[in-house]
């Protein structure tokens, strides 16, 4: 399939869980680009935490800064030498985060995982996260975004894998395993 022209960028969404964060830290020091965590970006505008913004002001005006934050992060990406960016885990279940980076074509990769091994990875990790409330809402959270997440140009199933082979297979469907593939 193509993914379109910039190469020198990756996006990588999925549920709570999924990885992102620890394999988009581990793709971007393997091919010497940028990390931009989107959940970070928008706690440095919002000056407060996920959790605070969710108890606050509650999910639609999270929503709204979290596609503020995308915005302005595919923007300074776009003059990036290479970019890793990663999503929190509804950014791409909205119709407008998906119409923008569909506009842009950077190539999107969906780390997928069975529901109870990314209930246990957001067990084990412990973080706050304000939409895991428990099992069965996740699961259905879960199962409601799937087909969002199957929009993806890429899936990659992180199932049993660790943050090093779930990488290298990424970097190899972005075509940038081989020699001076990262220049
Ligand atoms: C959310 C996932 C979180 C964070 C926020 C909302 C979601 O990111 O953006 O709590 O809607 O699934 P992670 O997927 O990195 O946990």
């Not at 990390?35 to 970070?40: G, H, R, S, T, Y």
């Not at 934050?69 to 929190?88: H, M, P």
Request: aromatic share 8%.
């Amino acid at each position: 399939m193509s993914v379109g022209h910039r190469h020198k960028s990756a996006i990588l969404i999925g549920f709570m869980g999924a990885g992102k964060s620890s394999v988009g830290k581990a793709l971007a020091g393997l091919l010497h680009w940028q990390f931009i965590d989107l959940d970070q970006q928008i706690q440095l505008r919002e000056k407060r935490t996920i959790a605070e913004i969710f108890r606050d002001s509650g999910e639609p005006a999270f929503r709204r800064a979290e596609t503020a934050a995308l915005r302005s992060t595919l923007a300074e990406i776009s003059s990036s030498s290479g970019a890793v960016v990663a999503l929190g885990g509804g950014a791409f279940a909205q119709q407008e985060n998906q119409a923008l980076l569909r506009d842009l074509r950077y190539p999107v990769i969906f780390l997928d995982a069975p529901v109870e091994e990314l209930r246990q990875r957001c067990f084990d990790e412990g973080a706050v996260r304000p939409l895991f409330q428990n099992e069965n809402q996740f699961r259905q959270l879960y199962e409601s975004r799937r087909e969002a997440y199957m929009k993806a140009d890429f899936r990659v199933d992180t199932s049993g894998k660790t943050v090093a082979q779930v990488t290298a297979e990424v970097a190899a469907l972005l075509g940038q395993d081989g020699p001076n593939a990262s220049r």
